[in-house]
């Protein structure tokens, strides 16, 4: 894919200054805060950095960013000064063991958070990374690390890419506090207690933050510090024993709730990691407010060529934060929470309205909703009172009784979007729960009648049962009515549309037998897709405590996990069995289940006798 070169320059001045000079033409001789990231620059809602660096100067603060700095290279994290309060530090959108390589451990070729697609400008761990150059370059201001990465590895956690366990990010990286989760409430309190001259040792009280203390202290302290707080395990033992570790994960996820959730200790070798129950989550009004802060939506002037990962959200719109789905590959539930916040209907027609303003919008709108796009304005009558379940998912096996599924509000908002003057699409391209969908046949007529782009994107992720069931996942029959419903609906409005079905491969409780009933599937219902990938443990998702342990942390049951890199690929080529590239792994797989059945050449084979044969396809 070819990134041009930008043809028009913003104006450098609306957005956070990120050299001396830019922060001069604002008026200052220095700044408040410096945020540090491993992405570009781009000043959109839908990127951390920007969300977190216009908060703090809406609250007054003088803010600056150092992006994807050179991490050799100590100049070049003193382009902007010293901080007069601290550096806030972040690996990106993402973390950067899963920026930098793919699921089978090889490095990228590219990295939609960097200027033309470019790979390599950003450290493999770089949370830990950026926060030993800011300590070497200016050792007395404080380190305080948030984003994906740093949240996600707060407590001692599987690593994937070195195959061991390793210790809570905060032990491992010079920094003085962690802001986990959503953290627009943590910064600001963090920023006003160092704005008072509160020193960066003694902010030990704000929820969503996690803080260390040594063992001295940690022996003279505690009692007083198991107060409202429950020890897991600790590293040392979580390290060489699973069914602890598994012990310790599912400790940390039924704690996850601002309401009934408490503090967690987790004792290390050198230090004793401190985590404050979570922060609560934005009222409406504050989700308005900061969505409605003056983003450019643009990438920082001084970059010469394009961000993708703009092109791909740039006129979408972020309607809710939070998922009851609680898929266990996903980390959402546990970064943003399993509740739903909503954002008003004005304040998202306001934004849309702003759309109008922006160079190169031509009426569309291409994402509405995000990652749980039909969650908007959903609801539980227990969630204020007595948070979120601590032994129930919300909407698996089936949806709870007292869970408001109703999409009467999305379905107003939808029908008021497409109304307004200039706004000629609005398209929800992927995100749609379909076993929620399921419940509203109003909003699934809405949706293929007005909102859906000749494609809509949705994530059986399998076909077998038993794998949905680990993933926490609608079974393939709740696919199949939905698939149903939505071809009769397309019909009867006289439209060619189409579903795009996500896949995985090797997702814990996933076999070789399972990944061929799978492509058994495929083969007779003519679902072949080109969208798959194989399953990457990521911090802090159950998926990835299974594929450590082989437990499942909420049974304490053995489960099957494909842990080779032989078999992963054997089960990625599954599902793609009919190109050529995969014909030695697909026949491999099916010699070792006992399946050359399906080597041949009649209709129901997978691959034909011969290297290359086309099985009559």
């Known amino acids: 894919m070819k990134h041009t070169k930008n043809r028009r320059k913003a104006d450098s001045s609306k957005f956070l200054p990120m050299s001396l000079e830019e922060a001069k033409q604002k008026g200052w001789d220095e700044l408040d805060i410096i945020i540090v990231t491993g992405d570009a620059y781009v000043d959109h809602p839908g990127f951390g950095t920007s969300i977190i660096g216009r908060v703090l100067e809406d609250a007054g603060y003088r803010v600056g960013v150092i992006a994807q700095p050179k991490w050799d290279d100590p100049e070049d994290f003193k382009k902007l000064g010293k901080?007069?309060?601290?550096?806030?530090?972040?690996?990106?959108?993402?973390?950067?063991?899963?920026?930098?390589?793919?699921?089978?451990?090889?490095?990228?070729?590219?990295?939609?958070?960097?200027?033309?697609?470019?790979?390599?400008?950003?450290?493999?761990?770089?949370?830990?990374?950026?926060?030993?150059?800011?300590?070497?370059?200016?050792?007395?201001?404080?380190?305080?690390?948030?984003?994906?990465?740093?949240?996600?590895?707060?407590?001692?956690?599987?690593?994937?890419?070195?195959?061991?366990?390793r210790q809570s990010i905060l032990a491992d990286a010079p920094a003085d506090l962690i802001v986990?989760?959503?953290?627009?409430?943590?910064?600001?309190?963090?920023?006003?207690?160092?704005?008072?001259?509160?020193?960066?040792?003694?902010?030990?009280?704000?929820?969503?933050?996690?803080?260390?203390?040594?063992?001295?202290?940690?022996?003279?302290?505690?009692?007083?510090?198991?107060?409202?707080?429950i020890e897991i395990p600790p590293y040392i033992e979580v390290s060489k024993n699973k069914e602890l570790y598994a012990k310790a994960f599912k400790m940390v996820f039924e704690e996850q709730d601002h309401i009934r959730g408490h503090g967690i200790?987790?004792?290390?070798?050198?230090?004793?990691?401190?985590?404050?129950?979570?922060?609560?989550?934005?009222?409406?009004?504050?989700?308005?407010?900061?969505?409605?802060?003056?983003?450019?939506?643009?990438?920082?002037?001084?970059?010469?060529?394009?961000?993708?990962?703009l092109d791909l959200v740039k006129f979408s719109i972020n309607t809710h934060r939070g998922c009851f789905g609680a898929c266990s590959f996903c980390a959402i539930a546990l970064h943003q929470g399993r509740m739903i916040r909503s954002r008003s209907i004005d304040s998202i027609l306001r934004e849309a309205e702003g759309f109008r303003e922006?160079?190169?919008?031509?009426?569309t709108i291409n994402g509405l909703g995000g990652p749980s796009a039909n969650m908007y304005g959903m609801d539980c009558k227990n969630w204020n009172e007595k948070g979120v379940c601590k032994d129930k998912i919300c909407i698996y096996p089936k949806a709870?009784?007292?869970?408001?599924?109703?999409?009467?509000?999305?379905?107003?908002?939808?029908?008021?979007?497409?109304?307004?003057?200039?706004?000629k699409k609005v398209f929800v391209g992927y995100g749609v729960r379909y076993d929620l969908a399921l419940l509203d046949e109003e909003y699934m007529e809405e949706l293929c009648a007005h909102h859906v782009s000749g494609q809509l994107k949705v994530a059986p992720e399998h076909y077998c049962d038993s794998v949905t069931d680990v993933m926490k996942k609608p079974d393939r029959e709740v696919f199949e009515r939905f698939e149903h419903k939505y071809k009769e609906i397309n019909k009867k409005l006289g439209k060619d549309q189409y579903l795009v079905a996500f896949l995985m491969s090797s997702h814990p409780g996933c076999t070789l037998n399972d990944m061929i009933e799978t492509a058994e599937y495929i083969r007779d219902t003519g679902r072949y897709t080109r969208q798959v990938q194989d399953f990457t443990p990521t911090p802090m998702t159950s998926a990835t405590c299974m594929f450590h342990t082989g437990l499942d942390p909420f049974t304490g049951k053995k489960i099957y996990v494909a842990t080779s890199q032989k078999e992963k690929s054997i089960q990625r080529a599954m599902l793609h069995y009919k190109e050529p590239a995969n014909y030695n792994l697909v026949y491999e797989g099916l010699k070792r289940s006992n399946r050359l059945d399906l080597v041949g050449n009649s209709w129901n084979c997978l691959i034909g006798r011969k290297k290359g044969g086309n099985n009559g396809w």
């Open 83 to 165: 901080p007069r309060l601290f550096f806030a530090i972040s690996a990106g959108n993402t973390d950067s063991m899963v920026s930098n390589y793919t699921p089978s451990k090889r490095l990228r070729h590219d990295d939609t958070y960097s200027p033309g697609n470019k790979a390599g400008l950003r450290p493999n761990r770089a949370t830990i990374v950026y926060s030993n150059r800011l300590k070497e370059t200016y050792p007395d201001t404080p380190r305080v690390i948030g984003g994906i990465e740093a949240s996600l590895r707060r407590f001692a956690q599987y690593d994937y890419w070195s195959d061991k366990v």
């Open 180 to 229: 986990y989760g959503m953290g627009e409430l943590q910064i600001l309190e963090i920023a006003d207690k160092l704005n008072k001259g509160i020193p960066v040792s003694d902010i030990t009280d704000i929820d969503g933050t996690v803080w260390k203390t040594d063992i001295k202290s940690w022996k003279e302290k505690h009692e007083e510090l198991l107060k409202d707080r």
């Open 265 to 309: 200790i987790q004792v290390h070798p050198k230090t004793v990691v401190i985590q404050n129950k979570p922060m609560r989550p934005l009222t409406q009004d504050e989700l308005d407010h900061v969505y409605e802060l003056p983003f450019t939506r643009e990438t920082h002037p001084s970059y010469d060529e394009v961000v993708p990962a």
């Open 358 to 363: 922006i160079k190169g919008f031509k009426g």
């Open 400 to 423: 709870c009784p007292s869970l408001d599924t109703s999409h009467k509000k999305l379905i107003e908002l939808m029908r008021r979007l497409r109304n307004l003057p200039d706004i």
